[in-house]
């Protein structure tokens, strides 16, 4: 969770089985903190929490921007056409 004074500006959540995979299902920044290097700093966190799983599946066009990468192995072609 990223917090400013008694404000929170951003937080991810992850449901990992904590041994082969995990999957973030939030990343949110305020609107007023975004561009800031706050998600990119959660994302950061949340890897080096999670350490060193087999898979992360992701949903967020940005985390491509901090280093992850889709990866489209056996994906029905209308979910890779609607993840971009």
């Keep these: 969770m990223a917090?400013?004074?008694d404000k929170v500006t951003g937080f991810v959540t992850v449901i990992s089985?904590?041994?082969l995979s995990g999957f973030i299902t939030l990343l949110e920044v305020a609107p007023e903190d975004?561009?800031?290097g706050i998600g990119h700093s959660l994302i950061n966190q949340l890897m080096d929490d999670i350490g060193d799983l087999y898979m992360v599946d992701l949903v967020c066009t940005f985390l491509r921007r901090v280093?992850?990468?889709r990866h489209?192995?056996?994906v029905?072609?209308?979910l890779r056409d609607a993840v971009g």
């Design 76 to 78: 029905p072609a209308q």
């Design 67 to 69: 280093g992850l990468r």
């Design 34 to 36: 975004q561009n800031k």
């Design 17 to 19: 089985d904590g041994i």
């Design 72 to 74: 489209h192995r056996n």
């Design 3 to 5: 917090v400013r004074g």
